[in-house]
């Protein structure tokens, strides 16, 4: 039996991808080597939050099958790899797991089959990681017997205006057929197709869209630290900024910048431009200014407790909102790691609010959650808007707070508090 796809690697890129895949018509399957995000999925349970379990169990009713058996990957006219591409321990691009996929590919790859690699990575990840590895281990050539394309995931969590569908997808392939093959394969599932010259380009596309986020919120974060010291409201500096309907974009600030892409993907660039030799600048600014975010956050904190005179050591810190994004539950790479890291080494007892957060470890010690925000905001000596959840209300906060640290200007404005 043969399927039309094998998502390979159910996260937040695959699953909305094969649920997409799946509304479209296609037949689907799906391998990931999570045996717990595979049971999940079997029984129509979703872990990614913007794909309901409704739709996990309309998937299931239409043949979607989600497997740990690479066996899947020899049915398939076309495998679309979805894999992390992380970090290492020592900050270095992370490619095992696209390494390790490739692998289990190329093992049961048959001829005709579309390969595409969606995860970020560096120019050249497809040419010169993926396609050996196919190659040499399938004997198969790509553009003659398969095919090999790279296409960039833009899936933006929790926004409700653009989704897989509706947002231009770029595609390219290693040769002009291979690149033929997968537009023909996204022009079924998205609007709109955007095909580059190359992998290398649709590599660096993706590359440059999120270092553009980056060093635009470096700025504007390098921009409220100078607006604090100099006593200027940068949420007002932004406010009136953002009226002007050409040539400026507006990003925000906040205690640092978080997710699995963001503060990654600028690394895979820097780490491909060091390899070559060339020093990019903006970037390395860029990342110092937004490293420092935390501390500086955590140095709000200290600052507060001192105009009261009181110690850190014993504050009680009330953070409010611990994912990376607004009304999201992802912590990876949030900030909220840093700032209380860095509390608890001065002493603070640090505890949590995030109705989308249930558990928070950090380095393996789970944080204390409050799901009672009236007494917690009531107990606690500083308080920390780390995240701007809709569910929290400026007036309530500045209203019951012994001491409010406003990462994300939500209160800007209100009388005695000053904006980070
Ligand atoms: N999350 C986003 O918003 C987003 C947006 C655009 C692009 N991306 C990129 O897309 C890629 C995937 O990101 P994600 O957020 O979906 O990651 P994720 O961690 O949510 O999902 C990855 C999945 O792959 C599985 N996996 C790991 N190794 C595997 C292997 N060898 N074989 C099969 N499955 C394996 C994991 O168990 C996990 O379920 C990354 O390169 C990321 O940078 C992510």
């Known amino acids: 039996m043969s399927v039309d796809l094998v998502v390979v690697g159910l996260g937040y890129v ?40 409704a739709v996990v169990a309309d998937m299931v009713a239409t043949g979607f099958t ?16 979805c894999l992390p591409t992380g970090l290492s321990g020592v900050g270095e691009p992370d490619l095992s797991a696209v390494r390790a996929a490739a692998t289990e590919v190329a093992a049961r790859l048959r001829p005709g089959t579309l390969v595409v690699l969606e995860s970020t990575s560096f120019p050249g990840t497809t040419e010169e990681l993926v396609r050996p590895i196919l190659e040499r281990g399938s004997g198969l ?37 291979c690149a033929k093959y997968a537009t023909a394969f996204y022009d079924r599932l998205v609007d709109s197709v955007v095909v580059s010259r190359g992998t290398r380009e649709a590599e660096m596309a993706k590359l440059l869209e999120n270092t553009y986020r980056y060093v635009n919120i470096a700025l504007v974060n390098e921009m409220s630290l100078f607006c604090h010291q100099v006593g200027i409201d940068v949420w007002d500096v932004l406010r009136c900024a953002a009226t002007k309907p050409f040539g400026f974009t507006s990003f925000q600030p906040g205690p640092g910048v978080g997710g699995h892409c963001i503060p990654i993907d600028p690394v895979y660039l820097e780490s491909k431009a060091t390899t070559e030799g060339f020093a990019f600048r903006t970037l390395a600014a860029a990342r110092s200014v937004n490293e420092g975010m935390p501390a500086h956050v955590a140095e709000r904190v200290r600052g507060a407790l001192a ?60 944080l204390p959650r409050t799901e009672d925000l009236t007494a917690a905001l009531a107990a606690a000596d500083v308080v920390v808007l780390m995240q701007d959840h809709h569910c929290y209300d400026a007036a309530a906060l500045t209203a019951s707070c012994r001491a409010l640290v406003d990462t994300r200007g939500m209160t800007s404005g209100a009388e005695g508090v000053a904006p980070s």
């Not at 079997?42 to 872990?47: E, L, T």
């Not at 989600?66 to 790899?81: F, H, N, R, S």
């Not at 989704?163 to 595609?171: E, Q």
């Not at 509390?343 to 010690?365: C, I, M, R, S, T």
Request: net charge negative; with cysteine; glycine share 12%.
């Open 66 to 81: 989600a497997t740990t058996d690479p066996a899947v990957l020899g049915t398939a006219d076309t495998i679309v790899l």
């Open 307 to 366: 105009e009261r005179g009181a110690p850190v050591v014993g504050a009680r810190v009330l953070l409010l909102g611990v994912s990376y994004k607004r009304d999201c539950d992802d912590t990876r790479e949030s900030p909220a790691y840093p700032v209380t890291r860095d509390l608890l080494a001065a002493g603070a007892v640090v505890g949590y609010h995030d109705p989308h957060v249930p558990e928070f470890a950090v380095d393996g010690a789970p």
């Open 141 to 177: 050539r790509v553009g003659a017997d398969f095919h090999l394309a790279y296409s960039p995931e833009r899936i933006d969590p929790g926004n409700e205006s653009f989704g897989m569908r509706n947002t231009p997808k770029i595609v390219s392939g290693c040769t002009p057929l």
């Open 14 to 53: 695959g699953l909305p991808l094969a649920a997409r895949a799946c509304e479209a018509g296609l037949s689907t399957a799906g391998l990931d080597v999570s045996g717990e995000v595979v049971a999940g999925l079997v029984a129509g349970r979703s872990h990614v939050r913007d794909v309901p379990d």
